[in-house]
């Protein structure tokens, strides 16, 4: 349990008082006495194990003083990492406990109480003030508590956090015992089951001596009475077997018709799921060749990729047919710049400079020479010339140019269709589009006839299933085994002629006859056996009695050793178990011991069944109790105790540890190594200390200042 925020309300010393804890160790430093140290940790436990509903006149003294209003505190707390809220308004006398992620809630004292002892681990305020929570003047209180710790030792054997302890299965053991002896060694106005039955066996068999005399006297009677009862079972036995003669041959005849009607019955539907086979036989192959048709498995798929096909075919068609014009135009424009070969040559860049060049020299030398203008002229007219031709060169080439920028863009394009056709037929898993259209057709070919027969099928059906028509001739099958089994021997053989029949009608009157006869004189010898006050199912029934008083007394007998060695050998169990956990206390407190003491006391004797402890001293070379020892070294002593039990106990449920400032007679080396074992163990305990000073400011992980004066 991780502790996580505490508030209370008119609590003591406090109005109001608020303070956050964290994992790890939690320092609470009051700097004066009377600041308010001992009102918060007294807060915690009223919080986590007071009764709010409880009005005894005590809780008064919980009270903020002047005022009569009485607390509310609120803890906020985490388990497994599960965050949990506690409020306790003892005012109002209401409790709440509220798992925040789940929002489930208990509010009813009882549930409260043992969802509390769940999640800390301890049953009672006692066990937890014995274990988790050290006190300065307290460190050496560990018999306070020694009910809940024995009861608790006891659970780790039973393994129940809660359950019944191997002490108390004694004790109801006990009782049960004196229970069932009650009235055996002396007088009980009550007595047990054992005394009642042993009185009752008493009683029954001179009851039935008694009944021994009246016996003989009506031995006679008793002796005719089983003849006559045995003649009439005879003939009672021979009516019967005649009457379940003439009875047979009218049932024989009654299961034949009905075997026959059940027959046709299943010839009818025999013929009808023959049919019904034959059409489930062909629309499997159907289905198998479709199955065989891979990436046919869908007619939606199908058609949409159909569709697909015949799109990018039209499309690859229109492209062709504009491709063939194309090259024909750029064949066109290339023959014509293949004619204009000289006016090309006129274009390029090397007549056009010559004809400036022309142009600039003969204008130049026309100084020297008149007849060089006449040259200027011609290169004037060459470059206008080269211009013109190359204006006309590069008309033809840009259309050169657009033609084939289209005809590339064409075939990229008819390269596009034949990339997306070969995606559609490869997604079909056909490899041409020959072999999708010849699937295509044979898929649609399978795919109507398996409509076909699959609405003859619905149609023989009539909306029946074939499951239910096989089940109707398994029933049917059923039917007549069962009715040809009831055409046993004895039903076969009742084939009786007329003859045979009236024969039989007579015997068996004369036997209705004596059977009456018979049952008079059984009535006249059961009237004269009451009329002499003897009734022999009396004697029965008395003997039966006896045998079952009997037969219950050797049970509770029985039980009651069987009660015996159960005390017994739980007795022995729990001391031999109790041995071994007390084992495990005991090296727990020796390896706690040895830290605190600096190495100086690694060894104790724990005597089985308490919490009484020797110490072996090395400097008196003897085992000591701790109260022989110094000051310091008891405190350390019953510290190491305490911790171990707590380990011990609450096992993996890890709950807050909390000192209220305990080591003040420590020195300096002990108290070091034992606030290093703290530090270890609030690696998985929280610990709170509880102090007026700064001496475990170091080891701190969160400090929690109170409110001065």
Same mark, same amino acid.
């Given at each position: 349990?991780?502790?996580?925020?505490?508030?209370?309300?008119?609590?003591?010393?406090?109005?109001?008082?608020?303070?956050?804890?964290?994992?790890?160790?939690?320092?609470?430093?009051?700097?004066?006495?009377?600041?308010?140290?001992?009102?918060?940790? !007294?807060?915690?436990?009223?919080?986590?194990?007071?009764?709010?509903?409880?009005?005894?006149?005590?809780?008064?003294?919980?009270?903020?003083?002047? =005022?009569?209003?009485?607390?509310?505190?609120?803890?906020?707390?985490?388990?497994?990492?599960?965050?949990?809220?506690?409020?306790?308004?003892?005012?109002?006398?209401?409790?709440?406990?509220?798992?925040?992620?789940?929002?489930?809630?208990?509010?009813?004292?009882?549930?409260?109480?043992?969802?509390?002892?769940?999640?800390?681990?301890?049953?009672?305020?006692?066990?937890?003030?014995?274990?988790?929570?050290?006190?300065?003047?307290?460190?050496?209180?560990?018999?306070?508590?020694?009910?809940?710790?024995?009861?608790?030792?006891?659970?780790?054997?039973?393994?129940?956090?809660?359950?019944?302890?191997?002490?108390?299965?004694?004790?109801?053991?006990?009782?049960?015992?004196?229970?069932?002896?009650?009235?055996?060694?002396?007088?009980?106005?009550?007595?047990?089951?054992?005394?009642?039955?042993?009185?009752?066996?008493?009683?029954?068999?001179?009851?039935?001596?008694?009944?021994?005399?009246?016996?003989?006297?009506?031995?006679?009677?008793?002796?005719?009475?089983?003849?006559?009862?045995?003649?009439?079972?005879?003939?009672?036995?021979?009516?019967?077997?005649?009457?379940?003669?003439?009875?047979?041959?009218?049932?024989?005849?009654?299961?034949?018709?009905?075997?026959?009607?059940?027959?046709?019955?299943?010839? =009818? %539907?025999?013929?009808?799921?023959?049919?019904?086979?034959?059409?489930?036989?062909?629309?499997?192959?159907?289905?198998?060749?479709?199955?065989?048709?891979?990436?046919?498995?869908?007619?939606?798929?199908?058609?949409?990729?159909?569709?697909?096909?015949?799109?990018?075919?039209?499309?690859?068609?229109?492209?062709?047919?504009?491709?063939?014009?194309?090259?024909?135009?750029?064949?066109?424009?290339?023959?014509?710049?293949?004619?204009?070969?000289?006016?090309?040559?006129?274009?390029?860049?090397?007549?056009?400079?010559?004809?400036?060049?022309?142009?600039?020299?003969?204008?130049?030398?026309?100084?020297?020479?008149?007849?060089?203008?006449?040259?200027?002229?011609?290169?004037?007219?060459?470059?206008?010339?080269?211009?013109?031709?190359?204006?006309?060169?590069?008309?033809?080439?840009?259309?050169?140019?657009?033609?084939?920028?289209?005809?590339?863009?064409?075939?990229?394009?008819?390269?596009?269709?034949?990339?997306?056709?070969?995606?559609?037929?490869?997604?079909?898993?056909?490899?041409?589009?020959?072999?999708?259209?010849?699937?295509?057709? !044979?898929?649609?070919?399978?795919?109507?006839?398996?409509?076909?027969?699959?609405?003859?099928?619905?149609?023989?059906?009539?909306?029946? =299933?074939?499951?239910?028509?096989?089940?109707?001739?398994?029933?049917?099958?059923?039917?007549?085994?069962?009715?040809?089994?009831?055409?046993?021997?004895?039903?076969?053989?009742?084939?009786?002629?007329?003859?045979?029949?009236?024969?039989?009608?007579?015997?068996?009157?004369?036997?209705?006859?004596? !059977?009456?006869?018979?049952?008079?004189?059984?009535?006249?010898?059961?009237?004269?056996?009451?009329?002499?006050?003897?009734?022999?199912?009396?004697?029965?029934?008395?003997?039966?009695?006896?045998?079952?008083?009997?037969?219950?007394?050797?049970?509770?007998?029985?039980?009651?050793?069987?009660?015996?060695?159960?005390?017994?050998?739980?007795?022995?169990?729990?001391?031999?178990?109790?041995?071994?956990?007390?084992?495990?206390?005991?090296?727990?407190? !020796?390896?706690?011991?040895?830290?605190?003491?600096?190495?100086?006391?690694?060894?104790?004797?724990?005597?089985?069944?308490?919490?009484?402890?020797?110490?072996?001293?090395?400097?008196?070379?003897?085992?000591?109790?701790?109260?022989?020892?110094?000051?310091?070294?008891?405190?350390?002593?019953?510290?190491?105790?305490?911790?171990?039990?707590?380990?011990?106990?609450?096992?993996?449920?890890?709950?807050?540890?909390?000192?209220?400032?305990?080591?003040?007679?420590?020195?300096?080396?002990?108290?070091?190594?034992?606030?290093?074992?703290?530090?270890?163990?609030?690696?998985?305990?929280?610990? %709170?200390?509880?102090?007026?000073?700064?001496?475990?400011?170091?080891?701190?992980?969160?400090?929690?200042?109170?409110?001065?004066?």
């Amino acid at each position: 349990m991780l502790i996580k925020r505490v508030k209370l309300e008119n609590f003591k010393k406090f109005k109001s008082l608020e303070r956050e804890f964290g994992p790890g160790i939690n320092v609470v430093k009051g700097r004066l006495n009377e600041t308010g140290k001992s009102t918060l940790l !007294e807060g915690i436990l009223t919080a986590l194990f007071k009764d709010s509903k409880r009005s005894a006149p005590k809780l008064g003294s919980l009270n903020t003083w002047g =005022t009569d209003r009485r607390p509310r505190l609120h803890i906020e707390f985490q388990v497994d990492g599960e965050d949990y809220a506690l409020v306790k308004d003892f005012n109002k006398k209401t409790l709440c406990l509220t798992a925040l992620s789940s929002q489930e809630q208990w509010d009813v004292p009882r549930k409260v109480e043992e969802k509390l002892h769940s999640l800390l681990g301890a049953i009672s305020e006692d066990l937890f003030q014995a274990t988790c929570c050290i006190r300065q003047d307290e460190v050496r209180d560990v018999q306070s508590g020694q009910k809940e710790v024995s009861h608790s030792m006891e659970r780790i054997i039973t393994g129940g956090s809660r359950g019944t302890t191997a002490t108390d299965a004694i004790k109801e053991l006990e009782k049960e015992i004196d229970g069932m002896r009650k009235g055996l060694e002396r007088y009980a106005k009550s007595p047990g089951p054992i005394a009642a039955l042993k009185k009752e066996v008493a009683e029954l068999e001179q009851k039935l001596a008694e009944s021994s005399d009246k016996v003989k006297e009506l031995e006679k009677l008793r002796k005719e009475l089983p003849e006559v009862e045995t003649r009439l079972a005879q003939v009672k036995e021979e009516l019967k077997r005649y009457r379940k003669l003439l009875e047979n041959n009218k049932k024989r005849q009654e299961i034949e018709e009905k075997i026959e009607r059940l027959k046709r019955d299943y010839n =009818t %539907i025999d013929g009808l799921t023959s049919k019904l086979n034959s059409l489930e036989s062909e629309r499997q192959e159907l289905n198998s060749k479709l199955r065989s048709l891979s990436g046919f498995d869908d007619q939606e798929k199908v058609a949409d990729a159909e569709k697909d096909l015949k799109t990018l075919k039209g499309r690859r068609q229109d492209i062709e047919q504009d491709l063939s014009e194309r090259k024909q135009e750029l064949a066109a424009v290339e023959a014509q710049l293949k004619q204009r070969a000289v006016l090309a040559s006129l274009a390029s860049r090397t007549t056009l400079l010559a004809g400036i060049v022309i142009t600039i020299l003969g204008f130049a030398l026309m100084v020297w020479h008149g007849l060089a203008a006449i040259a200027g002229g011609l290169g004037i007219v060459l470059v206008i010339v080269s211009l013109l031709a190359k204006n006309s060169v590069i008309a033809n080439k840009k259309e050169r140019e657009h033609l084939q920028q289209r005809i590339a863009d064409m075939m990229k394009a008819l390269e596009e269709i034949k990339q997306e056709e070969d995606r559609i037929l490869s997604a079909m898993n056909c490899v041409s589009a020959e072999e999708f259209d010849h699937k295509c057709k !044979e898929f649609k070919d399978l795919t109507d006839r398996l409509k076909i027969t699959e609405a003859r099928r619905t149609a023989l059906l009539e909306g029946q =299933t074939i499951e239910g028509l096989e089940q109707q001739k398994r029933d049917l099958i059923r039917d007549i085994a069962i009715e040809e089994a009831k055409l046993t021997e004895d039903l076969k053989s009742t084939r009786l002629s007329p003859e045979e029949f009236i024969k039989l009608q007579e015997r068996t009157q004369k036997l209705e006859g004596e !059977e009456k006869r018979l049952e008079r004189r059984m009535g006249e010898i059961e009237g004269q056996l009451k009329q002499a006050g003897y009734d022999p199912e009396v004697l029965s029934q008395l003997e039966e009695k006896l045998q079952e008083s009997q037969e219950k007394l050797a049970a509770e007998e029985r039980k009651l050793k069987v009660y015996e060695l159960a005390r017994d050998f739980i007795a022995r169990a729990r001391e031999e178990t109790l041995r071994d956990v007390h084992a495990e206390l005991q090296q727990k407190i !020796e390896e706690y011991l040895s830290i605190f003491t600096n190495g100086k006391y690694n060894k104790i004797q724990l005597k089985p069944g308490t919490l009484e402890c020797l110490i072996f001293s090395e400097e008196k070379a003897d085992w000591v109790k701790p109260e022989e020892l110094s000051g310091g070294t008891m405190d350390q002593f019953y510290l190491a105790f305490r911790l171990a039990l707590a380990r011990l106990i609450y096992r993996d449920q890890l709950p807050p540890l909390v000192f209220d400032d305990p080591f003040y007679n420590f020195d300096p080396i002990r108290l070091s190594r034992t606030l290093d074992s703290l530090k270890k163990l609030s690696r998985s305990h929280q610990v %709170i200390i509880f102090t007026l000073g700064d001496t475990y400011d170091k080891i701190a992980d969160r400090i929690i200042e109170l409110p001065q004066e």
